[in-house]
């Protein structure tokens, strides 16, 4: 079904699709009244806990920027998301790209501000391999829209590696090298901090894949965080140097990942549990790896699949984990 609002008093409509009763994520588009035409693309999407992940999103190269009109989250029953539908009005959230050095590149991130003027904890959102795309930018977005500074940050220096060996020849030397992943996650922690709507010292660190993996590394380094969540990304580090992760540990990673073994998660959580680290693994059975990216248009890796039901697990477990360390508190002034 559609719901059809008026943007701007200008008599344009918005058409949001509505399934299984929750909403789905896309792009809406402005159509002329009378003919149904497209006039342009408006920065607007729908977003909730349940569609977040939806097979709906692709990885694309570029995003809307500026604000954004947002459905409020719903419920995952179909009865309460037609009355938020009709009875919660929308949120607006703020976005911009920034530019900032790290690893010898320009890199180019995706920032994510929430209504209001006041200061809100923040969110380093780290993507995978392949780097940053609209599938982390809106997921930026999402945590917006639930009261939270993000940060989507930047591996490549604004590229997207689809290539799958051209992937691997710069991941596989990044992932060794831990100081190089700390540059890079301490390059795009400062620009999150830096960020006036920033509340310095309520940070969590997510990220997916090598993303995970630069999150665990802030940990590893010391870095003052209130929580570190990965997927997928579970990498050990450098011999007692978890002992320095000073908050609670997530990881989730699919079953049947064959880049994340039972012996590299036994190795993690070894590692750990060693470290007295508090730390908790959610095995997704039957997941491949990548198992929340919605299916993209080029060549992967062996091993990758995407799993529609356990990535919508995983985006609610993040949720969860950040409502847990870092609550939103409303009002609270700078």
Not at 169 to 182: V, Y
Not at 196 to 210: E, L, N, S, W
Request: with cysteine; proline share 8%.
């Amino acid at each position: 079904m559609f719901l059809y609002v008026t943007y701007g008093g200008r008599g344009s409509t918005v058409g949001v699709r509505v399934h299984d009763g929750v909403f789905s994520a896309m792009d809406l588009t402005a159509r002329r009244p009378r003919t149904g035409q497209p006039l342009s693309t408006v920065p607007f999407m729908a977003l909730t806990l349940a569609a977040a992940d939806s097979p709906e999103r692709r990885a694309g190269p570029v995003s809307q920027r500026g604000t954004h009109a947002v459905l409020p989250v719903a419920e995952h029953r179909p009865d309460r998301a037609r009355r938020s539908l009709q009875s919660r009005p929308m949120t607006k959230i703020t976005t911009r790209t920034v530019e900032y050095p790290a690893d010898g590149l320009t890199m180019i991130g995706h920032l994510a501000l929430p209504a209001g003027v006041d200061r809100r904890p923040a969110v380093l959102l780290g993507p995978e391999g392949t780097g940053l795309s609209d599938v982390e930018r809106r997921r930026a977005d999402a945590l917006a829209e639930l009261g939270y500074v993000a940060l989507a940050f930047d591996l490549h220096g604004g590229r997207y590696l689809g290539d799958p060996e051209e992937m691997l020849a710069r991941c596989m030397p990044l992932l060794a090298d831990p100081d190089r992943m700390r540059g890079i996650g301490r390059a795009a922690l400062d620009v999150l901090s830096a960020e006036p709507r920033t509340d310095p010292d309520r940070i969590a660190a997510v990220g997916y894949g090598t993303g995970g993996a630069v999150g665990l590394e802030l940990g590893r380094d010391g870095v003052n965080l209130r929580a570190i969540g990965t997927v997928n990304g579970l990498t050990t580090g450098r011999p007692g140097e978890s002992a320095r992760i000073r908050c609670p540990v997530w990881a989730g990673v699919g079953s049947e990942d064959p880049i994340m073994p039972p012996a590299q998660r036994n190795a993690f959580t070894a590692e750990m549990q060693a470290a007295g680290v508090d730390w908790r693994l959610t095995v997704y059975g039957g997941a491949l790896h990548a198992f929340h990216h919605p299916p993209v248009d080029h060549p992967t890796v062996p091993g990758v699949g995407y799993h529609p039901q356990h990535a919508r697990r995983a985006w609610r477990d993040v949720v969860d984990l950040l409502a847990e360390c870092l609550p939103v508190m409303e009002g609270v002034r700078a």
